[in-house]
């Protein structure tokens, strides 16, 4: 098993530029979460799906930012347009239903310039 | 899910055991406490989780107070490869849904 993977591992952009980050979660688990990591906030759930349906994206700072699941195993999570304030570590994770850990990605590292 | 409270950083002799401590003094009845890790550019690693009975696995031991508002993670014999941020995490649910993480303590282990 892989893991998690998420792509790209380092991604630095411009100022007004689209950014999509991408995350494989591992076959068969159904819940997918999205987090950001700064120095100042920690680490922020910004989204979660279950079985493929956002639940809860009170997280997402604002319009700029939005993720979708096309299917079970592969999410994207995009900022159009990125502004330097979202540099950050962007993390994905994904569980099992019925199980009790989390399993997380190695995470993309996004500097906005 | 009740706020925790954890040490902002502490120390551990390789070799010794680490005992990491966390008040949820609000817990309620239905709510079980997890633990994380996460090691320096990584990203975090469950490690262990109980709602009232004390847990072991092979990566460290939870001990949960008979009140429940306390518990510790033990790392019976810290290693350097354990320096790391530890999070303590109750929520209501065991499994499924959502995991909001706090700002943890910071393990240093020495040699």
């Known amino acids: 098993d892989a893991g998690v993977i998420q792509s790209p591992r380092h991604e630095v952009t411009e100022m007004g530029q689209e950014v999509t980050l991408r995350c494989k979660p591992i076959?068969?688990?159904?819940?997918l979460f999205w987090y950001r990591q700064t120095m100042m906030r920690g680490l922020e759930l910004l989204i979660y799906?279950?079985?493929?349906?956002?639940?809860?994206d009170s997280g997402m700072p604002e319009d700029r930012f939005s993720a979708k699941m096309p299917n079970a195993s592969f999410s994207t999570l995009k900022i159009q347009p990125s502004e330097p304030r979202d540099s950050a570590v962007y993390f994905c994770?994904?569980?099992?239903?019925?199980?009790?850990?989390?399993?997380f990605g190695s995470g993309t590292r996004l500097t906005v310039v | 899910d009740a706020k925790t409270t954890q040490p902002t950083s502490m120390d551990c002799a390789e070799g010794r055991a680490a005992n990491l401590p966390c008040n949820h003094s609000?817990?309620?009845?239905?709510?079980?406490v997890y633990w994380y890790r996460q090691i320096h550019s990584q990203g975090p690693q469950y490690i262990i989780h109980?709602?009232?009975n004390n847990e072991t696995n092979e990566m460290a031991s939870l001990i949960i107070t008979e009140d429940r508002k306390s518990s510790t993670l033990i790392l019976p014999h810290a290693t350097l490869r354990d320096t790391a941020v530890y999070y303590c995490?109750?929520?209501?649910?065991?499994?499924?849904?959502?995991?909001?993480f706090g700002q943890g303590t910071e393990l240093s282990v020495k040699p």
């Open positions: 994770a994904s569980s099992l239903s019925g199980s009790y850990g989390y399993t």
């Open positions: 076959s068969g688990h159904n819940s």
């Open positions: 799906f279950n079985n493929n349906v956002p639940i809860d």
């Open positions: 609000t817990i309620s009845g239905n709510e079980y």
């Open positions: 109980g709602l009232k």
């Open positions: 995490i109750v929520r209501v649910a065991p499994q499924g849904g959502k995991l909001i």
